[in-house]
């Protein structure tokens, strides 16, 4: 057994906890036991190898758990069980929100719920104010709890994504091993989930909480039946420090405003904001010009307004353009173009298989495992994909990630790694235009890649005989997997959409 | 027996006579510039190695050796007898150097070393080492392989011999020379202590340099310009409608290159270069080597100048084309690889410093350069082809921001790759300058291809805070063009 260590919790020095809320605490803490399986993107056909888990959970209004996303991503089995009954009930994922490292678990025996009620959330606690961490973490099987002050409130990457950065809160308690998705309170109240911290060599004494804002935005979104993601206005900016800067776009040196350096194709403000643009307000917050906007009275990044909001919603900006104020209302949705950079948990790796030739979309989960291979063409590929805006032309690229060794490939290993301009004169932009190039060959397919590669040249009667005995040799029962459609399907809602 | 014993010394006397009239110690002085600190030098370190006299009474050294000198001196084995020298010709590609005594006499006495001929895998050979008294130490060596791999600067190749010698730990080692029956059959390079091997230039790549640089005009060792694949594969082959054996793919053609310029395309087949069969793997068979990659065929049997005669497939028809070798694929590109012994450009304006780029400035990032150096710049480098084609557009890139309070807000910045000046298109760093003098009031506009786009400095205020930057980071020239 392991236990989630994502998360990490301390806890602290209290005064103020009272002896209710360790009742409450105790009576609505729940362990979650997880059996996960986790996908194989070297071997994308086969179903990932088995493992277990422990984290922690607790009750909120309306009989749902929360915890967090990294315990139960991959789950095939989740039990839970509370401090006051020894039986363990079975749970299922009812949403999950891998950006911001958040799941709701639902329990369909009634009697699961006996003697629970709930735990109501608080607020963003004070800076060196005690907070109360309760889980489950390594080192017994009962309940634990510990105690910290919050250390630090800002900005920090959500490591579970890979790709997200929301607000989180630091603080100073002893962190382990399945503290994961415990409730962190204070006065009676739920200020945080345990999620994430450092290994002890790295850091000591630094765990990270998911703040309510976060479990609140989460817990709104699914209220109409799914989770939409995070959104994102998907512009750079640049503050507007420098006086000559200032001047040339015409400005005051009042210390307001920052300028809009891109806008991502496709992105919500496509249409909507330019290049040049200088951003004065934010749904009525004047922007400072280092790109904060204050906050119930404390600074915080621009982003945070955004963060707030949901699909579909609006943010009205006040932009400065061609010397003069405009108001443009941007309506929101999620930065599609950044997902390549998340780490994919539920969906099963797609792949189009060819004569031994493995074709896959490329993801942060097959550069993890391509990651001491790749070649500076596909390392450029991949961290400059969004900046470069290159999903305009290839919304997906695909990677000829393997070579399956057989006598009829003999001369094709070496082109592992590349990435696939056209098939048979096709361009490819996505996996799904693999299959039908393919198919639309003669009696030779001819693959070329980007860059000065040699083409990979494969004869149909030669991968018709071969197929099968290759599937035989490596234990592939399916040639491809290309069924999931959506992008945004195959992130976040994935598993919902799936027990529907 | 006695007779004998005398007999053996004498020769051994003779021997040590040949050497000492052979071998110079070369001590050279080595100050590279500081890539990321332009205007500046690097703390300096000595290099030292034995050069081979050559019977005109100049002396023979790899060009690794003397690269980014100071100064070089050489220095009589037996005594401490010395005298500067000039570096008269240096290929850093070949990696050979011809230095030249301040005073011609100095050298007087020394009969010099010939070349020997071409050795073959099997063959033995010495590798000279210098005692501290002066003593010759020979090291029996045993050629294991010859063919064509990579030398330090140059990335396509160039014949070379793998030599496995138990070399002693000694001074004056940076290069050593490789020996055969008193005759220079080739030049140390590299060595590795652990595994006993090294590779050495061999004697007919040192040949082909002497040549070149005895004409007086230096002028290197040619280049195809193309990229190519292997065609053992018979899928490939019947694609692209290859002849049944030999024959390799061309699979990129510098137009500006040897084979761009006599008409070879994307997609054809090289079946034979100056007459000489190619097989699949790009081999041809050599009189004096055997078989031997296209590299050597291409590079270092043909002059520049000299004519370039191909047979190619092209679309299951073969035609023969020819050209004139020379260097152009190589010298003439947006981003040199090489930039030894010169000061980078660079030019410092309102703290904002802009730099030329090179492959020198990457390599700076250390080993893992591709992973660290701004990934733009890593990109136009590593695919300039592709990205800056046409040689005379230079890459100039801001690489960093000296703070001062006139750039306040644009200090984090470096890296980025300057597209224009208040809309006038930048193509070397040298007009930058111009464009930057001729605007003597209002904006700057700088755009860069990547974020942020535009930074804007005001030109009189530039001007007045010049000299107060230039003495707060004590930079003695604000331009190198």
Redesign the interface.
Known sequence: MKCWFLAILGAVISGCAKDGQLHEAKKNTVMVEVTSQVWDYRLPWNPGTVSSGRGAGFIVAGKRIITNAHVISGARNITVQREADPRRYAAKVKYVAHDCDLAMLEVEDPAFFKGTTHLDLGGIPELESVVSVYGFPIGGDRLSVTRGVVSRIDYNAYTHSGRESHLAIQIDAAINPGNSGGPVMQSDKVVGVAFQGFRGDVAQNVGYMIPTPVIRRFLKDVEDGRYDYYVDIAVRWMPLENPAMRKYLGLANDGRGVVVTDVFSEGSSDGYLNKGDVLLSIDGHPIESDGSVRLEGKPVQLEEIVERKFSREEVRLEVWRGGQTETVNVPLKPADMFSMYEILYEPPPRYVLYGGLVFQPLTANLMAVLAGSADLRLKQKYTMFATDQMYRETPEPVILSAVLPDPSNVYLRGLAGQIVREINGRKIRTLADVEPALAANGERSVIRFEGDSRPAVLKREEVDRSTPRIMAQYGISEASRTEVGSRRLAKGSYSQEEKK | MILGLFLASAAWAAEQDEAQGSVVRVRAAIQPYDQFRPWQKKAPYGLNGIGVVLPGGKVLVTAALVANRTEVGLEKPGSAEKCAAEVEAIDYEANLAVLRPEKAEFLKGFKGLALGPALKAGDTAEVWQLERNGELLRNQAEILTVGVGRYPNDEAGFLQYGVRVSLPKRDDSYTLPLIRQNQLVGMVMMYDRDSQEGTAIPGPMIDRFLQDVADGKYEGFPTLGV?W?TL??P??R??VKAPKSGGI?V??VNPRGTAGRAGLKEGDVILSVDGMKLDEDGNYRDPLYGLTAIGNLVRVRPKVGSQAKFLVSRDGKEMELAGTYDRRARDEAAIPTLAFDTQPRYLVLGGLVFQQLTGAYLQEWGEKW??RAP?RL??LF??QQ?KRPDPEKKVVFLSQVLPAA?????QHYSGLVLKNVNGTEIRSLAQLAEVLDSVKEG?L?FEFT?????????AS?VKARQEEIRKAYGISELRKL
Do not use: A, C, H, M
Request: charged residues 35%; without cysteine.
């Open positions: 990229s694949t053992r594969d899928n490939l019947e694609e793919l699979t990129r591709t992973e990934q890593v990109e590593s695919f592709e006139i750039n306040l807000g644009y904006n506009i990547d974020d942020p786009g535009k930074l804007v400095l005001d205020e």
